[in-house]
């Protein structure tokens, strides 16, 4: 069964910093880009960041880009996303979603990260 | 990179068809065929319906369908029914920075 699984949300203070975590299974991790998607509460759909399927090429969003770092990890098959610098409009459902042909079509069931005081 | 323009809500009653438009740009929608849309019931993760425009993925009802003209983007649900209330939201490749951007998505009432 093809899968993806995100952890590591939580509350945390403004300016401070949390990891997520993805680990994948059920197929082949290490061929596929693979994207974070995030939903603010009651609005849309964000792009985040994406990272190349050899983990050599990163592109991030202009609203976390230089805050937010995506790593992956093809022999655990797992994926990351530093979060540093946090602001309240960075409080979201964080969605580990895989890419092909330029469609999202396997998503996690996503992480809630709150960022307050 | 601003969001693709979707309509806040559409509705049809059972077995009518809607669609749903997308409007965006020559820098996404109008210049890529990395169009696809995905619908979201509550407190669900979004589940892909559309790719490439035009495609649907296995096991998505034929019921649904897209299309695109220019700028702009459709989804046409036909035969509506009441499992197909939930929200649309459309996305689209970029030539900006932003490699992807949705669209404000859409809410679908089946009356």
């Known amino acids: 069964q093809v899968q993806l699984v995100e952890s590591g949300g939580g509350v945390v203070q403004p300016g401070r910093s949390l990891r997520l975590s993805c680990a994948a299974s059920g197929f082949t991790f290490s061929s596929y880009d693979i994207h974070w998607i995030r939903q603010a509460p009651g609005t849309g759909l964000e792009w985040v960041a994406v990272?190349?399927?050899?983990?050599?090429?990163?592109y991030y969003a202009d609203s976390v880009k230089g805050r937010f770092t995506i790593s992956r990890d093809n022999s655990k098959n797992t994926l990351d996303l530093q979060m540093n610098s946090l602001r309240a409009e960075d409080t979201a459902v964080f969605y580990c979603v895989r890419v092909i042909g330029g469609a999202f079509d396997v998503w996690g069931q996503g992480t809630m990260v709150t960022v307050s005081s | 990179q601003s969001a693709l323009t979707q309509p806040a809500s559409v509705s049809g009653s059972p077995g009518q068809s809607i669609t749903i438009s997308c409007t965006g740009t020559?820098?996404?929608?109008?210049?890529?065929?990395?169009v696809s849309w995905y619908q979201q019931r509550p407190g669900k993760a979004p589940k892909l319906m559309i790719y490439e425009v035009s495609n649907r993925p296995s096991g998505v009802s034929n019921r649904f369908s897209g299309s695109k003209s220019g700028n702009t983007a459709s989804l046409t649900i036909s035969g509506l029914q009441a499992e197909d209330e939930a929200d649309y939201y459309c996305?689209?490749?970029?030539?900006?920075?932003?490699?992807?951007?949705f669209g404000t998505g859409t809410k679908v009432t089946v009356l």
């Open positions: 996305t689209s490749y970029t030539s900006t920075s932003t490699l992807y951007v």
């Open positions: 990272i190349s399927s050899d983990g050599g090429t990163k």
């Open positions: 020559s820098s996404d929608v109008g210049g890529f065929n990395y």
